[in-house]
T-cell receptor, first 116, second 111 residues
Framework: DTGVSQDPRHKITKRGQNVTFRCDPI?????LYWYRQTLGQGPEFLTY????????KSRLLSDRFSAERPKGSFSTLEIQRTEQGDSAMYLC??????????????FGPGTRLLVL | DAKTTQPTSMDCAEGRAANLPCNHS???????VYWYRQIHSQGPQYIIH???NNETNEMASLIITEDRKSSTLILPHATLRDTAVYYC????????????FGEGTQLTVNP
């Protein structure tokens, strides 16, 4: 399968613990995005990378959240000191990153987080 | 990005065409209309996008009105597997790279 992959697919943790999610984009894609989706709502943008550079962060991305893409390939999203309000689906998407064409983002299956 | 308005839910009979409307009356000249869908517990799936002209691909057709204030996504022969939440998104060049999702339309295809 050559689509966007995410790991783990499900994560249950206790309040106060740290969690880390991984996203592997489509191999030739330079841009990588993170979104969060709570029950009954559409996905909300968190941040995106062009290669290894983090170019934009949403106000939703509090200090407890950090995202990295160290080699411009896979990305990790870490949540420190999780809170029950962090329970959500965390979605990753990727796109080519060619400024000459309008970008289409392709999404992974998501990581569903439950904070107890 | 322009705000979009979609019905909360719609039903369609299997084998019939599903026509999903979207209102984007504040759309500006350089903004595109994108459609994604999300089947339960999966990531959003890209369907189609367009600027002014009608577009068709293997999944669907997109009809954009001449004034561009509304559009319709058409699934010509809906199947049970088309049951999903359908999101209409307006995206311009000044929005950076983010997609701004609304709450979408829950389409239920009935046997």
């Amino acid at each position: 399968d050559t689509g966007v992959s995410q790991d783990p697919r499900h994560k249950i943790t206790k309040r106060g613990q740290n969690v880390t999610f991984r996203c592997d984009p489509i191999s030739e894609h330079n841009r990588l995005y993170w979104y969060r989706q709570t029950l009954g709502q559409g996905p909300e943008f968190l941040t995106y990378f062009q290669n290894e550079a983090q170019l934009e962060k949403s106000r939703l991305l509090s200090d407890r959240f950090s995202a990295e893409r160290p080699k411009g390939s896979f990305s990790t999203l870490e949540i420190q000191r999780t809170e029950q309000g962090d329970s959500a689906m965390y979605l990753c998407a990727s796109s080519l990153g060619d400024p000459r064409v309008r970008e289409t983002q392709y999404f992974g299956p998501g990581t569903r987080l439950l904070v107890l | 990005d322009a705000k979009t308005t979609q019905p909360t839910s719609m039903d369609c009979a299997e084998g019939r065409a599903a026509n999903l409307p979207c209102n984007h009356s504040t759309i500006s000249g350089n903004e595109y209309v994108y459609w994604y869908r999300q089947i339960h517990s999966q990531g959003p799936q890209y369907i189609i996008h367009g600027l002014k002209n009608n577009e068709t691909n293997e999944m669907a057709s997109l009809i954009i009105t001449e004034d561009r204030k509304s559009s319709t996504l058409i699934l010509p022969h809906a199947t049970l597997r088309d049951t999903a939440v359908y999101y209409c998104i307006v995206r311009g060049e000044t929005s950076g790279s983010r997609l701004t999702f609304g709450e979408g339309t829950q389409l239920t295809v009935n046997p």
